[in-house]
């Protein structure tokens, strides 16, 4: 399998992850997004002219309040927070249970870690009780909501770097 960033030969016409909206993002907006530089977006293959897609997913550069954060100890003299934002995670519906999510969001942690962009973490808004679950099963933490969130957010720290 590989991990590239999409590009004109994925066929996304073939990808059904089976939640329409992540399907539609990917078939008819990803490319746009990635064009007006709104998000990086990776797609997993496994056929030898990577043009098949069997996953993919999403990431941006985000902020978020310091106050969502504030047990978790985040050291920043900033009240906004840059973490990086997992916007979107699918896979195709034809391999779904066989750990490739797992896969992606590993390579999405590590992506995120290893970019020159300053990042505390990843963050994550999943949509259901289910996304929840997988986000929680890879350590990350549910976050409060408030009135400036009100909607679910979980949160995946990094480790501090150290300088050389």
Same mark, same amino acid.
């Given at each position: 399998?590989?991990?590239?960033?999409?590009?004109?030969?994925?066929?996304?016409?073939?990808?059904?992850?089976?939640?329409?909206?992540?399907?539609?993002?990917?078939?008819?907006?990803?490319?746009?997004?990635?064009?007006?530089?709104?998000?990086?977006?990776?797609? +997993?293959?496994? @056929?030898?002219?990577? %043009?098949?897609?069997?996953?993919?997913?999403? #990431?941006? &550069?985000?902020c978020i309040?310091?106050?969502?954060?504030?047990?978790?100890?985040?050291?920043?003299?900033?009240?906004?927070?840059?973490?990086?934002?997992?916007?979107? +995670?699918?896979? @195709?519906?034809?391999? %779904?249970?066989?750990?490739?999510?797992?896969? #992606?969001? &590993?390579?999405?942690?590590?992506?995120?870690?290893?970019?020159?962009?300053?990042?505390?973490?990843?963050?994550?808004?999943?949509?259901?009780?289910?996304?929840?679950?997988?986000?929680?099963?890879?350590?990350?933490?549910?976050?409060?909501?408030?009135?400036?969130?009100? &909607?679910?957010?979980?949160?995946?720290?990094?480790?501090r770097k150290?300088?050389?």
């Open positions: 399998m590989k991990l590239l960033p999409l590009n004109r030969q994925h066929n996304r016409d073939l990808f059904d992850c089976g939640e329409e909206n992540l399907n539609t993002f990917f078939r008819c907006y990803a490319s746009q997004c990635v064009r007006n530089r709104d998000c990086s977006c990776y797609v +997993l293959t496994d @056929d030898p002219l990577d %043009q098949i897609p069997l996953g993919y997913f999403t #990431l941006s &550069s985000f309040s310091r106050t969502l954060l504030s047990a978790m100890k985040i050291r920043s003299g900033y009240t906004q927070i840059p973490v990086t934002l997992l916007g979107r +995670l699918a896979v @195709d519906i034809k391999i %779904q249970g066989k750990r490739v999510g797992h896969y #992606l969001l &590993s390579s999405a942690l590590l992506l995120a870690e290893e970019s020159p962009v300053a990042s505390h973490g990843v963050y994550v808004q999943p949509k259901n009780s289910r996304a929840a679950e997988f986000y929680r099963s890879a350590g990350f933490l549910d976050l409060e909501s408030n009135s400036n969130n009100p &909607s679910y957010s979980m949160f995946f720290a990094f480790r150290a300088l050389n």
